[in-house]
Nanobody, 127 residues
Framework: QGELVESGGGLVQAGSSLRLSCTSS????????GAWFRQAPGKDREFVAG????????LYTNSVQGRFEVSRENDKNTMSLQMNSLRPEDTAVYYC????????????????????WGQGTQVTVSL
């Protein structure tokens, strides 16, 4: 297993909910911002949501604002993505990632700033 391991993906109907989890094996997890990205077939990877190292700030892409919620539990080295009111266009492989720099003050939405990635978990939303 890698440093980041995702779980919780699956096949659901539109309007359903899923909760993705990401567990880190490194103690440095508590000092870095985390993010969720996704990649649909034939499309570029896109930023979904991010959370600062201390959990005080979050950032979402417009298409998931109000439907998804990112959270983290540093005492358990985990980060989660609660996905509600899922739509077929949310279908993608979802990846968690952690920032390459500790205690970065700003949440970054481009993958270049993240140097540790999970293996991905498939989320499929049917009509």
């Amino acid at each position: 297993q890698g440093e980041l391991v995702e779980s919780g993906g699956g096949l659901v109907q539109a309007g359903s909910s899923l909760r993705l989890s990401c567990t880190s094996s490194r103690r440095t997890f508590v000092s870095v911002n985390g993010a969720w990205f996704r990649q649909a077939p034939g499309k570029d990877r896109e930023f979904v949501a991010g959370i600062t190292w201390n959990g005080k700030e979050t950032l979402y892409t417009n298409s998931v604002q109000g439907r998804f919620e990112v959270s983290r539990e540093n005492d358990k080295n985990t980060m989660s993505l609660q996905m509600n009111s899922l739509r077929p266009e949310d279908t993608a492989v979802y990846y968690c990632a952690t920032d390459s720099r500790a205690f970065r003050a700003v949440l970054m939405s481009t993958g270049d700033y993240y140097n540790t990635w999970g293996q991905g978990t498939q989320v499929t939303v049917s009509l």
